[in-house]
């Protein structure tokens, strides 16, 4: 069983910044790529960031250049520092682990998401 524990979202003005965590827990083996979706009211779920284990790095265009997407391999973890943030990237975020091998079944791979975490950015 995998588990994605997220962390770091809230309200901020526009402007202003937030760092996002999300922590990868259970017996796991490997992960391919992990990152961060967003979802805001009305809309489709779409990619904000990701990043493979091999430091590999994808930005949706409305954020380069403000985001900034990491990862810690030995923890699992993965990060995004968001600077100069819009009323337009209120959302919520979502962390997603892509093709996750635990030590119990190396032959399959899953995709996992986190529970989401709720970024508002006020004008």
């Known amino acids: 069983q995998v588990q994605l524990v997220e962390s770091g979202g809230g309200l901020v003005q526009a402007g202003g910044s937030l760092r996002l965590s999300c922590a990868a827990a259970g017996s796991i083996f490997s992960i391919n790529a992990m990152g961060w979706y967003r979802q805001a009211p009305g809309k489709q779920r779409e990619l904000v960031a990701a990043?493979?284990?091999?430091?590999?790095?994808n930005y949706a265009d409305s954020v380069k250049g403000r985001f900034t997407i990491s990862r810690d391999n030995a923890k699992n973890t993965v990060y995004l520092q968001m600077n100069s943030l819009k009323p337009e990237d209120t959302a919520v975020y979502y962390c997603?682990?892509?093709?996750?091998?635990?030590?119990?079944?190396?032959?399959?791979?899953?995709?996992?998401w986190g529970q989401g975490t709720q970024v508002t950015v006020s004008s």
């Open positions: 990043i493979t284990s091999r430091g590999s790095i």
């Open positions: 997603n682990a892509d093709r996750v091998k635990t030590l119990e079944a190396l032959g399959v791979s899953y995709d996992y």
